[in-house]
């Protein structure tokens, strides 16, 4: 691997680099929200941006010195507006819980209400999973997806609305696979008076590309992370009308953060230069095309998907038709070379230790360039390791077939030519 001076002083770290590399490069990575960021990402990742301090906003930094830094920050800025259509944006978030907690430090006094997606049914831990900080500060009401349209209970949310009169009404997830209407959400917000706030983590990419529809435009505040099918650094993003602007920046900084990782803010502003060019569009809809290739195989082999089905970049199976729990099938997978993740099915049964489901997602393979033709043969994979958990001969024959397509797809070549 081309880190020379890296080799040289830290060979411990050098070298598991190189394994993660090779993993990366001979498995497939299936986990919904990830992805491989291009060269140009790494390298302003890797910038000595990392040395500088630049508590506050562009023009009004507490240290000297950031007359750069200034230009690379509201170049992001610039771009992440134009991207989405955002009139106010902030770049500084350092990841998408971080960005969520600053829009409630933001909006919500102690105690207020905010009505959000229930976990099991594809909400996200930091939409006030009982676990977290948030739920012990704000009164999290928890609606659901309607088991006979697969969609999002609209009308309970209208009902959940009136009966609790929430600051916020939340829409966003991890691992639900419809589309969204926020129009309708809006609508419901409209009439009671609350906030509207998307978490667009998982489907920015899918957003910005112009293939699924954009709260950006019709909601009052949007968050995000730029990491997932957005693909760029590890990072947050806050998007908002006007008037919450100076509420949410506050919020970020000084509330809740201090200095900014301007590195990852620079990544970040390449990443939104490259999901502008045309080539991006094309990504984002391969990456549905390859999620509707899946789910065909996964539906012909008697699979139960759950939310009948996806529009976007992932699929939620529910296995207990397959007699396997989601840990074991996360475990199996990875032993053959397939990366996904065990995950709580609607109102799931089991533990969230051992749930009942697996999540897998094609953002990261359609970024190795594996089209329909290679989503069905790795579905049938799935299917057949699957069912045959026990047959290792099987798994072992799968994991050289593995090896031999990911060798047909090089990732980071640059990186790994030989020392
Ligand atoms: C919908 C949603 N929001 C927020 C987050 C949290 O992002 P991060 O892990 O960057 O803090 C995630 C991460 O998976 C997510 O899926």
Redesign the pocket.
């Known amino acids: 691997m081309h880190y020379t001076n890296l080799q040289n002083s830290d060979p411990d770290i050098y070298n598991f680099l190189k394994k993660e590399l090779q993993r990366q490069q001979e498995n497939l990575e299936m986990i919904p929200?990830e992805n491989f960021v291009s060269i140009a990402v790494l390298e302003a990742l890797g910038s000595i941006t990392t040395n500088k301090y630049s508590e506050g906003y562009p023009g009004k930094r507490y240290y000297g010195g950031n007359q750069y830094i200034d230009e690379i920050e509201n170049i992001a800025i610039e771009r992440a507006k134009k991207l989405f259509n955002a009139d106010h944006v902030n770049v500084q978030p350092?990841?998408?819980?971080?960005?969520?907690l600053a829009v409630y430090t933001a909006l919500l006094d102690i105690g207020d209400t905010v009505l959000g997606m229930d976990l099991s049914h594809g909400?996200?831990?930091?939409?006030g999973h009982p676990v977290t900080l948030p739920a012990k500060i704000y009164n999290f009401i928890r609606y659901k997806t309607n088991p006979e349209t697969g969609l999002i209970n609209y009308d309970e949310i209208e009902k959940l609305a009136k009966e609790h009169k929430p600051k916020i009404i939340l829409v966003?997830?991890?691992s639900y696979s419809r589309e969204i209407d926020y129009q309708k959400i809006k609508q419901i917000a409209d009439e009671v008076g609350a906030i509207t706030m998307a978490?667009?983590?998982?489907i920015a990419g899918l957003i910005a590309a112009g293939h699924l529809n954009n709260p950006v435009e019709i909601f009052d505040v949007v968050?995000?992370?730029t990491?997932?099918t957005l693909r760029g650094p590890?990072?947050?993003m806050i998007m908002c009308r006007e008037e919450y602007a100076d509420k949410i920046d506050k919020a970020v900084f000084p509330h809740l953060q201090g200095g900014p990782h301007e590195n990852i803010i620079a990544a970040k502003a390449v990443a939104f230069k490259e999901a502008m060019d045309p080539s991006f569009k094309e990504y984002a809809g391969q990456i549905l095309k390859n999620a509707k290739a899946l789910e065909k195989v996964f539906r012909e082999r008697g699979f139960t998907i759950c939310f009948h089905q996806t529009d976007n970049h992932l699929l939620l199976l529910d296995l207990r038709s397959k007699n396997i729990d989601g840990k074991t099938a996360q475990e199996i997978l990875d032993k053959t070379g397939i990366t996904v993740n065990k995950n709580v099915i609607p109102d799931d049964p089991a533990s969230p230790m051992r749930p009942s489901g697996i999540r897998l997602g094609t953002p990261a393979l359609t970024t190795r360039g594996m089209k329909e033709a290679e989503m069905e043969q790795i579905a049938n994979w799935i299917a057949d390791i699957l069912e045959n958990p026990e047959d290792e001969s099987l798994h072992m024959k799968i994991n050289q077939e593995i090896k031999s397509l990911t060798s047909h797809f090089p990732l980071y070549p640059e990186l790994s030519s030989e020392e």
């Open positions: 929200s350092l990841s998408g819980a971080p960005a969520n909400g996200h831990l930091t939409h966003g997830f991890s978490d667009i983590a998982h968050t995000t992370t990491h997932k590890r990072g947050g």
